[in-house]
């Protein structure tokens, strides 16, 4: 491979990097034709990109990019592929599933929501990352709740008031008619 072939790769890379918040590296070595074809249309299905990389020029691009990423360079070994994804744990959730029929992919590394994992044994920690439309959604809920249960206790309150005062009336209309 020619030096500029590199360079454009290695190019490339770096502006998937940019492009995409959430990767996967992993190790998809030794799966056959048909299981690499499977998995791909998998993470095609799911908005995943997926490439197979030298280790060395995914090193550089991960130097050229303007992340903290050092901590990925010593899974960067043996065969690698790359995961590039906007959701954080869609990926993992991939991963996981193909893997209740396949001994891989397994997970090398990921950068999920600026953070880095390293290690296979980090994918069901991955898989419960929840994504940013997820997390909204919790925090509207919890701030619903607190919010009806004030709505609830003023309405049942309101209705006790009333029943009370109605009490009260009818008492003394009839203290008044004695």
Do not use: W
């Not at 992993?26 to 095609?44: E, G, H, P, V, Y």
């Not at 619903?144 to 008031?161: C, E, F, R, T």
Request: hydrophobic residues 40%; charged residues 30%; aromatic residues 6%.
């Amino acid at each position: 491979m020619r030096r500029e072939e590199k360079k454009a790769i290695v190019d490339s890379l770096a502006e998937k990097l940019k492009e995409y918040s959430h990767f996967y590296l992993t190790d998809t070595a030794q799966l056959n034709a048909a299981d690499t074809s499977n998995l791909r249309r998998k993470c095609f299905e799911n908005d995943i990109r997926l490439v197979v990389v030298k280790n060395t020029l995914l090193k550089r691009a991960l130097e050229q990019s303007e992340m903290n990423l050092e901590e990925l360079y010593p899974v960067l070994a043996g065969t690698t592929s790359i995961m590039f994804a906007n959701s954080g744990n869609t990926p993992a959730k991939i991963i996981k599933e193909f893997r209740k029929l396949h001994d891989k992919p397994l997970l090398k590394g990921a950068y999920v929501q600026e953070s880095v994992y390293l290690g296979d044994i980090m994918l069901d920690a991955l898989v419960s990352v929840k994504t940013k439309e997820e997390l909204i959604g919790d925090i509207i809920l919890l701030l619903q709740s607190p919010a009806k249960n004030v709505i609830s206790a003023l309405k049942s309150g309101g209705d006790k008031l009333h029943g009370v005062l109605e009490t009260l009336s009818k008492k003394e209309q009839n203290q008044s008619n004695n």
